[in-house]
């Protein structure tokens, strides 16, 4: 009897710290705070935030560097970039010296990181050595870019132009523009299909997500998908089938099917809907809601709210590490 409830009482403190190792290794949540130059972490396990980081001016965006290594914040009037640890959140440097940051993303092939200077007006396109950045070509725009998409092939960037209501395309190659193509109102978020054929834009402007056939020389607006008014930001399913669109001003989220083009679900998501992630899985999705200083985190399948968690001022950019398929 002594032997088994020793090993009994071994059994219970190994699980026990498997799960307490386990839960140490969960990815944390970051959540931007645009308006308080600061990035909540929350602890997924608890659901509590866990502590407040600062960092520069107005970050508004993140994105993981291509060895995963690092999470990077874009602190658009801070003229500089925080680098975080996306398993820890520790900070791990900053990048000064990089204008009006607003949006970024890295190309496929890891070659070129990319950013959107919303106040400044221009696109910056740098080379990548895997661990810094050096400016190759600084575009000027038309009125306010705002967010990027890099096609799977990492030949061009796509770039909306929040207030003279264009898209704009760019050649990675020769960092030049390829052309032009005016949108509905107040472009704001770019997403394009699997297989690089077309190009979804969210109208926080209108109630529609703009689709744009970029298969050719020269672009078509193709289709107005309605998804509810203040269409804004987009996120991956998962699945490669399907994406999620954040409708800021009808506080909804629909889902859009990119083989139809067709809006195949919604749920309504308070607060100000903004930037969005899926958690493995694909059940759980977070989402800021922009106007009530909270990360939201809705269930899926039930589509309903299942909890919220205070953040702070206006926040805007929200990324783990644990996600579902880009």
Known sequence: MKLSSRLAA??????????????????PILVLNSLDASVSVIDPATWKETRRIPTGKEPHHLYLTPDEKS??????LGDSLTLIDPRTAEVQRTVRGILDPYHLRFSPDMKWFVTAANRLNHVDIYRWDGKDMV???????????????????SSAVYVSMQDSDELVAIDLATQTQKWRIKTGPMPADVYGTPDDRHVLVGLTGSDSVEVFDVSGKEPRSVRKIRTGDGAHAFRAAGDRRHVYVSNRVANTISKIDMQTFEVTGSFAAPGGPD??????????????SRWSRKLTVIDTEQKKVVRQINVGKSPHGVWTLDHVPR
């Open 10 to 27: 071994f059994f219970v403190a190994f699980l026990s710290a498997s799960c307490l190792h386990a839960t140490a290794q969960t990815p």
């Open 71 to 76: 999470v990077i914040i874009a602190n658009a």
């Open 135 to 153: 400016l190759a070509r600084r575009i000027s725009t038309a009125k306010t870019p705002s967010h990027l998409w890099i096609d799977s092939k």
């Open 275 to 288: 930037c969005m992630d899926i958690m493995g899985g694909g059940k759980l999705l977070l989402v800021t």
